[in-house]
């Protein structure tokens, strides 16, 4: 199949190869073609141009001495194609092409011509000798036909082979490609390649499962460095938040004091988020929520719409919902809570003042709509780890993160748009 990418048409390599080879064929066919028709015509010509002469020697060994300027008028009655004509003054032989016309036949045929200066009784005359070519172009039509049906043929031949092997051929190739596309580190700890008997395959084979091994065991290190990390930073990070908490309590904390410890206190409180987030998605990643039941997202979102509500106060941002019943979805239910919990952050984290928000449930998706910036959100890094729409906004970046993961790890699909300064995003089940 031919893709497109940059504009330009991409095409298989089998088939670039076999395009080469079509281009070459067809060359050799219109190049040889021609070139076999000429040959063969001027051979055919030397062959009727022998015959003519071995005729006029004939004539100069037999006839010619015992026959007399009287003889010529019978000789020429009796002989069709060699006469002896008026003189025209030719001093030596001439070959050429003459077409007459044949009353048995009832039409001009070609024919090759010889006219040589020959003395009877003491006065020249011409010598006149003629081969009919009718036959030498039938032979030679049919034989060009002939060769190039078989070269024609052999060309096609040759591509068909060439084709069927070249697939055999660069099979291990196309197997090792698919298996890297279908590929992903998270899932997958190997890859079970083809053998082949062709080096540069097996080279490429070796390079592919080292280059595997390698980036899994980094990614696995990563994925366990930043699991432990977490686990190891919740308990200072909390005691440290809890010391913060107490001390705010205080009552002899001076006013600039009491700012100095409140900031602190929040960037706290973004820390164990961004801690915590950090930990979901290393569980996530390394399938820690691998039970699957039957659930209702109604009720997830009912069960939290109360506390979301309280939230969205803040900005003075109103929550309608339309919800279908009985909307039964295969999937982790630690998970579904966690997907609903951040779509809600999402929306309100990145709202407006007198804001609204619109959850819609149906059979097949969910969608969180939500007002916000008068732009669209920039896709290309929407989804990454880290990466923020707004750079002075308070999040750690993770959230719409997890929401892929979560989509992601359940197999469904989400989408963004931006319609009527509404942000949309839609997860599809």
Do not use: C
Request: hydrophobic share 40%; no cysteine.
């Amino acid at each position: 199949m031919e893709q497109v990418i940059n504009g330009k048409m991409n095409k298989k390599l089998l088939q670039k190869t076999l395009n080469y080879y079509f281009i070459y064929a067809l060359a050799i066919l219109i190049t040889v073609g021609p070139l076999f028709y000429i040959v063969s015509n001027i051979l055919y010509e030397e062959d009727a141009n022998e015959d003519l002469y071995a005729i006029k020697k004939q004539f100069t060994k037999f006839t010619k001495d015992d026959l007399t300027i009287k003889d010529i008028a019978i000789w020429n009655k009796f002989n069709r194609d060699v006469t002896l004509q008026k003189f025209n003054g030719i001093q030596k032989d001439s070959l050429f092409d003459h077409s007459y016309y044949d009353a048995l036949n009832k039409e001009n045929e070609p024919f090759r011509v010889l006219n040589s200066p020959v003395k009877i009784g003491g006065k020249w005359y011409t010598f006149s000798a003629k081969i009919n070519m009718v036959e030498k172009e039938n032979l030679i039509g049919s034989t060009a036909i002939l060769f190039i049906s078989l070269l024609l043929l052999l060309i096609i031949g040759f591509l068909i082979i060439t084709k069927i092997i070249s697939k055999k051929l660069w099979y291990p190739f196309y197997a090792a490609l698919d298996k890297m596309e279908q590929f992903e580190i998270d899932k997958s700890t190997s890859v079970k390649l083809v053998k082949s008997t062709t080096e540069e395959f097996n080279r490429l084979n070796n390079s592919i499962d080292s280059l595997i091994h390698k980036n899994s065991s980094i990614y696995q290190s990563q994925r366990e460095f930043i699991e432990n990390a977490a686990h190891e930073l919740q308990t200072p990070i909390a005691i440290f938040k809890g010391k913060l908490e107490n001390i705010l309590q205080r009552k002899d904390l001076n006013s600039e004091q009491f700012k100095l410890i409140d900031d602190l206190n929040n960037t706290t409180t973004r820390l164990v988020r961004l801690n915590r987030n950090l930990l979901v998605i290393s569980k996530i990643d390394s399938n820690s929520y691998d039970e699957i039941e039957k659930i209702s997202f109604k009720e997830i979102i009912n069960n939290q719409l109360t506390f979301f509500s309280e939230q969205a106060l803040s900005k003075k941002t109103v929550i309608t919902t339309e919800l279908a019943d009985e909307v039964i979805i295969n999937s982790n239910h630690t998970l579904a809570e966690m997907l609903i919990s951040n779509l809600f952050l999402n929306t309100i984290n990145h709202n407006t003042l007198n804001g609204q928000i619109n959850v819609k449930l149906t059979n097949d998706r969910l969608t969180f709509s939500n007002t916000g910036t008068l732009l669209p959100l920039q896709t290309e890094k929407m989804f990454e780890r880290f990466s923020k729409s707004n750079p002075t906004s308070q999040g750690n970046g993770l959230g719409l993160s997890i929401i892929k993961k979560i989509v992601d790890t359940n197999h469904w699909t989400i989408n963004y748009h931006y319609t009527n300064r509404m942000h949309t995003f839609e997860i599809v089940f």
